[in-house]
């Protein structure tokens, strides 16, 4: 570990700079190396609030020094990648990991390193048991639970043998750790109940015992102290999910389309969420997931779009978030077959200069536009891969890539990375219009013009299978 010998010399002379002033009791360090980096910063967020941008140095280290800061839960970013830590006064907490094994190579050193470093194996054992479990849930409900106390008690071992060995962790540290066991458990129940739906269709004679929902007692739906931490807020959108669908079978569902894409079941969500959950963060959440989850299934059908985000707005007290999901109902409209692009709508060129997209259509043949992201390296590396493709398949396909990076000379370098001569490349000025200009919620997104500009369709993807029906 001699990479962490120059950033423990940091902390040693960061505390002697700083005795005069203030305890060291009351400071926090948090730092470490990203090896293979994929961005230069690692951001540091606590309760959804951006604490700091550490950028990495020419070592690809970082290092933060938190004044004053609050103990508990938080969230760092190295591009997409993300993982939790708990931060508390006097912790000097020091990382380091490989990208291309981002939550496996994660390992803490420093004080603090213990607790964190046994959040990460909890968070790995809950990550191994994904496969069992959804194998038990072909089992009666009694001995899915009888499978499921086994692996509770697996973490539950592991936890005492962690407390004994550090009897001084917070008493806070562990009732975050009883709550990850807790609602992990929790969690795989309502899997459980997923499952059995779908098995009840094909054979009615199925049942589960009525001690299987005794957990539900259990459940706070306004945990201020875990609504940040995201496993526990995609379990209670499970149990709304569960409490939709029961909702409409209880009153017997005969739509004509899968259930969970249905108007009638996203609205019963919104009333189940206005209901039950009261904790602003958490609640705002909830309600943003459950808009765009209608929204990317449902893109053709105007009136009931009206309708869902009519129930949305009179839902949803946060402004910010009224206004996100008013700019992706309007893009939606707007992206209708037939429409054309408003003049209003820019993007940059490789001199800086803007342009209309509705000037970027050809007379040629139809148009595609395609989106990337230099911070997606992965993906743009596929999608160009594909695009490439359709373009020698299609000659006289018009095909236009619009970044999502609003870095000029970054942007600028990762074009000349795509060696893609067949298409013509601009970027976004700002990324906050993107609901509102392209109703772009999955970045595989496709849209399809004709010669006019006329908008074919409006919602194609990259995975289409009629995507070169659509083309020809």
């Not at 604490?51 to 508990?72: I, P, Q, T, Y």
């Not at 994660?106 to 994904?130: C, D, I, P, Q, R």
């Not at 139809?366 to 490439?388: D, P």
């Not at 990762?414 to 970027?427: G, I, P, T």
């Amino acid at each position: 570990m001699k990479y962490i010998t120059p950033l423990l010399l940091i902390l040693i002379c960061f505390g002697c700079n700083d005795t005069a002033k203030k305890s060291e009791k009351d400071v926090a360090y948090f730092g470490g190396e990203i090896i293979n980096p994929t961005d230069e910063y690692v951001l540091l967020y606590h309760q959804g609030n951006l604490v700091d941008s550490l950028k990495l140095d020419k070592n690809n280290r970082f290092l933060a020094k938190l004044k004053n800061h609050k103990n508990g839960l938080y969230k760092f970013y190295h591009n997409r990648e993300h993982q939790y830590i708990n931060l508390e006064k006097g912790d000097s907490l020091l990382l380091r990991l490989n990208t291309y094994a981002f939550d496996e190579s994660l390992f803490f050193t420093g004080k603090g390193a213990e607790k964190n470093n046994f959040y990460v194996e909890l968070f790995l054992l809950n990550e191994s048991h994904e496969r069992p479990v959804y194998q038990y849930t072909r089992l009666d409900s009694d001995t899915f639970l009888e499978k499921l106390d086994s692996l509770q008690n697996i973490k539950l071992k592991k936890q005492e043998k962690f407390l004994i060995n550090n009897p001084n962790v917070s008493e806070e540290f562990k009732k975050f750790t009883d709550k990850v066991i807790k609602y992990r458990n929790f969690r795989y129940r309502e899997t459980y109940q997923n499952m059995f739906h779908n098995r009840k269709k094909k054979d009615s004679t199925l049942t589960i015992n009525d001690s299987f929902f005794d957990y539900k007692k259990d459940i706070d739906m306004n945990d201020s102290t875990m609504s940040y931490y995201r496993p526990y807020a995609r379990y209670i959108m499970q149990f709304i999910n569960n409490s939709s669908y029961s909702e409409c079978m209880r009153k017997s569902w005969k739509g004509d389309r899968a259930l969970n894409t249905s108007l009638t079941y996203n609205k019963n969500k919104l009333a189940i969420i206005d209901s039950l959950v009261n904790y602003p963060f958490l609640r705002n959440e909830l309600l943003r997931f459950t808009a765009y989850s209608y929204y990317s299934n449902n893109t053709a059908d105007i009136v009931k779009n009206n309708e869902f985000f009519k129930t949305f707005e009179q839902t949803i007290n946060d402004k910010e978030s009224k206004e996100e999901i008013f700019n992706l109902h309007a893009g939606i409209k707007n992206l209708q077959q037939g429409n054309t692009f408003s003049n209003q709508i820019f993007v940059y060129d490789d001199k800086h200069a803007r342009i209309p997209i509705n000037k970027l259509s050809s007379k040629r043949g139809k148009t595609l536009f395609y989106f990337w992201t230099s911070k997606q390296m992965r993906h743009k590396r596929l999608i160009t891969e594909k695009i490439k493709v359709l373009a020698k398949e299609y000659p006289n396909l018009n095909i236009v890539g619009i970044s999502l990076d609003t870095d000029h000379k970054r942007w600028k370098k990762a074009v000349k990375e795509l060696k893609f001569s067949d298409s013509k490349q601009y970027r976004v000025g700002n990324k906050e219009n993107l609901l509102k200009d392209f109703a772009l919620i999955n970045i595989n997104k496709l849209i399809i013009t004709d010669q006019k500009g006329n908008i074919i369709n409006g919602f194609a993807s990259i995975y289409n299978t009629d995507l070169k029906d659509q083309l020809k």
